[in-house]
């Protein structure tokens, strides 16, 4: 092993069970942005030729309304399903706001972009997409994850980043209506807050509580209590997810790797989307040494809009041992970045 790698495994292992336990994204902020610009810095023009053909044009972003650029590709295939979705959700959007707003795609890959085009003509009209296989554009901005939207405000100042998510539309169209003037910071705020049910059942309230203490017990690394608690609340509630996400991580933080991935499966067999159901998978079938498998579910798995650290960190540690050098780098400078990024609201 690497010295790169060694280092990496000791970061992996000292945070190893507060992110199997509680989840990166919760210690990590919830705010994605570029590598290379943060929040009110104004983004430079670049010039791109259109995805069809055709000599390249300028694109300003700003230049007196409010711009939004969907970074996508589709290939690997695991990227295609979200990166059409999002591509026909903003081809409604600039339908709808026509010349107030300009939404652009900027596909950055040298594969399948026929597939694109033809995909532009039946269900994304409304779209330019422009053509940056050199991915010149998409590493200048430091984009760190597609399907990505960057949007800015009329200066061409950053304004937010959006990961892909299930809810993508709704976020970009809150924002857009604030960045016009239509609605307050506040409206925008309420407008996406978490719809919560605050009438729940004796049932419902049973399982919750069982949860809770599980992973009270899991941070305290009494995990054989833990596993008590999150298979009492399956047995309460056997069609729900949460728990069997619970239990999968609680088992790989005591490396039973078969338990953990048996555990996913079924969470999967509840919701095939969820994020973390996959992340978990991925990792139970890293930690078996079947690298090959582990690494599709992993790739999927990092593009969930806060994808696990330890996500990112098994990921940088295959690309590196199949030699491919600039993909770990570029994970392993992620990985760094979200580590002194817990540390730093640890000690706040």
Not at 99 to 113: P, R, T
Not at 203 to 227: D, F, L, P, T
Request: hydrophobic share 40%; net charge positive; aromatic share 10%.
């Amino acid at each position: 092993m690497s010295a790169k790698a060694i280092l990496f495994f000791s970061l992996f292992c000292l945070v190893f069970t507060n992110f199997f336990i509680h989840g990166a994204q919760a210690a990590l902020g919830q705010n994605a942005t570029l590598r290379n610009y943060k929040a009110g810095d104004r983004l430079p023009a670049f010039r791109l030729p259109p995805i069809q053909g055709g000599k390249p044009e300028t694109i300003i972003p700003g230049h007196g309304k409010p711009t939004l650029m969907m970074f996508f590709s589709i290939h690997p295939n695991f990227r295609k399903t979200r990166s059409l979705a999002l591509l026909n959700a903003l081809s409604n959007l600039a339908n709808k706001y026509g010349e107030a707003v300009n939404i652009i795609g900027i596909y950055c890959d040298n594969k399948d972009q026929n597939t694109v085009v033809h995909y532009m003509r039946s269900s994304a009209a409304h779209i330019r997409v422009y053509n940056d296989s050199s991915k010149a554009v998409l590493d200048n901005y430091g984009v760190f994850m597609m399907p990505l939207v960057v949007l800015t405000n009329s200066k061409g100042e950053l304004n937010e980043v959006i990961p892909y998510t299930y809810n993508i539309r709704e976020i970009i169209d809150g924002n857009i209506k604030f960045l016009l003037g239509k609605w307050t910071k506040k409206q925008l705020l309420k407008a996406l807050a978490p719809r919560t049910n605050i009438k729940r059942s004796k049932k419902e309230k049973e399982y919750i509580r069982r949860i809770n203490y599980g992973r009270i017990m899991a941070s305290k690394k009494m995990y054989s209590q833990a596993v008590r608690e999150f298979n009492t609340a399956i047995k309460i509630m056997p069609n729900t997810i949460n728990a069997y996400i619970e239990l999968g991580f609680v088992q790989i933080a005591e490396k039973k790797w078969q338990k953990a991935e048996a555990a996913f499966k079924k969470a999967q067999t509840i919701n095939k989307e969820s994020d973390n159901a996959m992340a978990g998978l991925g990792l139970s079938y890293y930690g078996l040494g079947e690298v090959k498998k582990a690494k599709n579910i992993l790739e999927n798995a990092f593009i969930a809009p806060h994808p696990r650290l330890e996500v990112i960190i098994a990921l940088a540690n295959i690309y590196e041992s199949e030699g491919n050098n600039k993909k770990a780098n570029r994970l392993n400078k992620l990985a760094v970045s979200r580590l002194m990024t817990m540390y730093e609201q640890r000690w706040k």
